[in-house]
């Protein structure tokens, strides 16, 4: 699900629509379960925070503070930002 703003511009994305060396601020996650809700909620992806997507392949690659996670399309694309330029 993709927001847009009055001059049509996307507001709030999927991380995995990022380009690398793009950030964002989490919106909020769309998790497709508990066990997913889990995983992103102990890694420490939480609204709020400021993410740095790093790489796209093999893996979705990103930054949240020092600390850098790869995690799948799937996950990736549950993680929802709103871009930083």
Do not use: C
Not at 38 to 61: C, N
Not at 63 to 68: D, E, I, V
């Amino acid at each position: 699900m993709v927001q847009y703003d009055k001059d049509d511009k996307k507001q709030v994305v999927p991380l995995s629509e990022l380009k690398p060396g793009e950030k964002g601020q989490i919106a909020y996650l769309q998790a497709k379960g508990k066990n997913q809700m889990q995983k992103l909620l102990s890694i420490g992806v939480i609204p709020g925070m400021s993410v740095l997507l790093v790489q796209r392949f093999p893996s979705y690659v990103f930054k949240l503070g020092h600390t850098q996670f790869a995690v799948d399309k799937e996950l990736a694309s549950s993680i929802h930002v709103k871009p930083v330029k």
